[in-house]
């Protein structure tokens, strides 16, 4: 674990996994300009090891509110589920103060990988009705989605494009540590 020596952070110790019924992973884009479209991802893991974060969330389990639309970002033009059905994220560095916690690493999709920060919260450490050690993360970052070769667009009348090229995506976890 690499945390910056200007600010010491409390990081939990141990190896803590996402619980997947109490935990959310998903994206949110502006489309035409005047509102936002986004999903979330069914099936996901994410881990919490000694300050290294983990995940992989599977393209195919991302849910939308329109048929057509989940269908058009598995094609080729935006995830392409088929040749890449994961995308990923591993850290190098965890840093921040208290409660708020910065974690630099890299992103991958579509077989892509580029830098990224995600920057949140964390809170805890509380034990749950079952004797678990849990701790809640809530994360975002935004990232430039032509930059992982989603480029897809339609050009507005106006000649702007409908959808924007950058995309936040949000994860609250809730970790509970592995026994």
Do not use: C
């Not at 952070?9 to 509102?35: I, K, L, R, W």
């Not at 994220?89 to 920060?117: M, R």
């Amino acid at each position: 674990m690499s945390i910056t020596e200007q600010q010491q952070v409390t990081v939990p110790e141990g190896t803590f996994s996402a619980d997947p019924v109490h935990s959310s992973v998903g994206f949110e884009v502006q489309y035409m300009g005047v509102g936002t479209f986004g999903g979330n991802v069914k099936s996901f893991e994410a881990s919490l090891s000694d300050g290294r974060l983990a995940g992989a969330a599977r393209i195919a389990t991302l849910e939308t509110k329109d048929d057509n639309l989940h269908a058009h970002l598995m094609a080729p033009d935006f995830f392409d589920a088929e040749r890449y059905p994961e995308v990923s994220f591993t850290t190098a560095s965890v840093s921040g103060s208290g409660s708020e916690l910065v974690f630099e690493g890299e992103i991958t999709i579509k077989g892509v990988s580029q830098p990224a920060t995600l920057a949140g919260t964390i809170v805890g450490p509380v034990t749950d009705p079952y004797g678990n050690t849990r701790y809640g993360l809530q994360l975002q970052t935004a990232i430039n989605r032509t930059a992982y070769g989603i480029t897809w667009n339609a050009e507005m009348p106006d000649g702007t494009k409908a959808l924007a090229d950058l995309v936040t995506l949000k994860a609250d976890l809730s970790l509970v540590k592995e026994r």
